[in-house]
């Protein structure tokens, strides 16, 4: 599966019509970029929406950033798996990840006890799972949310790889070396295409703000050296400039080189816009030539 070096993360496409969503997708691909991440939170349901976006797509892969695995049982992971990826071969990567305990207990009401372990349970069970249907001419292809060393390690042994998210730099390089030379890494960098620097942290501390409240990435934040005082009050210059990339162009493709360098196959970035609902089209089309061209 190639993804490019290079894709889109977003939101903004489930805040229009999915007709529109798929013209829109179809001009990202057009502009060059690799892949489409998709979240799945309280919006379009993940492979549903992945089946839409392909469907007006002839090239670019659509991956799910992320598909939570409380959401539905492995064997439905398993069926839309083979499923998506026997309709459109190479194109569907599907993310997994654990998601957070806010939205699996208290939206979900699911138990969040043992996430890892829930996962190793996810994977078998999609591994052993019964697929009757007419299968998929091609390998089907999986990765996994992860940031700590035992989730980047279980990402490279049973997945194509791990698509962290929220993280510096330093965090590619880490995992890099925690998952070897062979398995993928996707990481997500948000980007803000604005000069001004306090107009920039404005923007990236609004994007930042709910995930400051979530322990699984304050703790691996902590890891890389960041104490609560850089995690208070929406953050200090220091966190908001190594979570969210900020400038003109050239500061932003100096950024996903950066990424490259520390050992990325492909860095999804997302772009975050003056308004959050607001698809950033004129910024992904000004990013591309330096990203992509």
Not at 84 to 101: C, D, K, N, W, Y
Not at 109 to 132: E, N, Q, R
Not at 158 to 173: K, M, N, Q, S, W
Request: glycine share 8%; hydrophobic share 40%.
């Amino acid at each position: 599966m190639d993804l490019g070096r290079v894709g889109v993360w977003q939101y903004q496409l489930d805040q229009m019509p999915s007709a529109r969503s798929k013209e829109v997708a179809a001009e990202i691909e057009e502009l060059g970029y690799g892949a489409i991440w998709i979240p799945e939170m309280v919006g379009r349901e993940s492979f549903v929406n992945s089946t839409l976006l392909l469907s007006g797509t002839g090239r670019i892969v659509v991956a799910t950033g992320i598909a939570g695995i409380y959401s539905r049982d492995p064997l439905s992971a398993n069926s839309a798996l083979n499923t998506i990826t026997e309709a459109f071969p190479e194109r569907f990567l599907m993310g997994l990840g654990v998601s957070h305990q806010v939205m699996v207990e208290g939206i979900r009401g699911h138990d969040y006890t043992k996430p890892y372990s829930k996962m190793v349970a996810y994977l078998d069970g999609m591994d052993a799972g019964m697929y009757t249907a007419s299968p998929p001419t091609t390998p089907t292809h999986r990765a996994l949310a992860a940031l700590g060393p035992r989730m980047l390690k279980l990402a490279a042994d049973r997945t194509d790889g791990a698509h962290p998210y929220f993280i510096p730099v330093e965090h590619t390089a880490f995992a890099r070396e925690q998952m070897g030379p062979d398995a993928k890494l996707y990481p997500e960098q948000a980007v803000v295409l604005e000069t001004d620097a306090t107009r920039a942290r404005e923007i990236a501390r609004t994007h930042m703000s709910t995930y400051l409240t979530l322990p699984n990435y304050t703790n691996n934040l902590r890891r890389f050296g960041f104490t609560d005082d850089d995690l208070a009050d929406g953050g200090t210059d220091r966190l908001v400039d190594a979570i969210v990339a900020w400038g003109d162009e050239a500061a932003i493709a100096k950024r996903i080189a950066a990424h490259h360098a520390a050992g990325a196959d492909h860095v999804c970035i997302q772009v975050l816009p003056a308004e959050p609902t607001k698809a950033p089209l004129d910024e992904w089309r000004r990013l591309a030539p330096a990203l992509v061209g």
